[in-house]
């Protein structure tokens, strides 16, 4: 997908406004060359004011790749692309993030037990516009935002009270979102998914492709529904 335009994107500075080093491994995997500058967009969205967990995850990513894009705006050499990405997981029309506490990673790998649950990550890819310094026009005139998401059922076995306090005793579930990571233990509690295996990883690579392949051929903007 990518690969005729590898020669040119590996002179290009790329950056990942993010620290999961999932999402910095699959994109180190595929070749590129991306360097990790954390938002420091705080992320405090009200949930309720979204109809859609599509929706909430894609504005995270938009403002996490904005805010970053605006922070390397004085840099010597400006960005050719800045890429925001939050994942989170839905059941029951709720959204789990990142577990707060050990009973609140137990708690979410309880209610999945036996369940299938949605995983969801928005994007975000920020380009710089010819007048981006320019502080007086609008966003939309100083950057051309590319947003979209991914979604991906995810189907859990069935899963003891035992079995979950031991896989939260080795730390993993604390820094992901629904609490669990597929590509590591907590890959043994998934029964099977539908869709992207990268996307529950954090990262849906084949649409990061294709919408990037697309920037590159000179497409215009988009944002899916």
């Known amino acids: 997908m990518l690969q005729p335009f590898m020669h040119q994107l590996l002179e290009k500075r790329i950056i990942l406004a993010s620290t999961s080093p999932r999402r910095k491994q699959i994109l180190d ?15 405090n969205l009200d949930k309720s004011k979204f109809e859609h967990p599509w929706d909430y995850v894609k504005e995270n990513a938009t403002m996490k790749a904005l805010t970053t894009a605006k922070s390397l705006l004085h840099d010597k050499q400006l960005p050719f692309l800045v890429i925001g ?39 975000a890819l920020v380009t710089f516009q ?47 979102a629904g609490g669990y990571g597929i ?23 084949n649409l990061f492709a294709r919408h990037l392949a697309r920037l590159c ?6 944002e899916d529904a």
């Open 183 to 205: 590509q590591a233990a907590g890959g043994t509690l998934v029964r099977g998914i539908r869709g992207d295996y990268f996307n529950v990883m954090g990262f849906p690579l």
């Open 85 to 123: 990405a939050d994942t989170v997981v839905t059941l029951d029309d709720v959204i789990y993030e990142k577990p707060r506490s050990r009973q609140e990673a137990f708690d979410m790998l309880t209610r999945f037990s036996c369940r299938t649950h949605t995983v969801y990550t928005g994007l």
């Open 217 to 222: 051929n000179g497409g215009g903007s988009t």
């Open 130 to 176: 010819e007048e981006c310094k320019d502080e007086s026009l609008s966003e939309e005139k100083r950057f051309r935002i590319d947003r979209f998401h991914c979604g991906t059922d995810v189907e859990f076995d069935e899963i003891s009270p035992e079995t979950i306090w031991s896989y939260i005793d080795t730390g993993e579930p604390m820094d992901k």
């Open 29 to 43: 995997n595929i070749g590129l060359n991306v360097e990790v500058i954390p938002s420091k967009f705080e992320e």
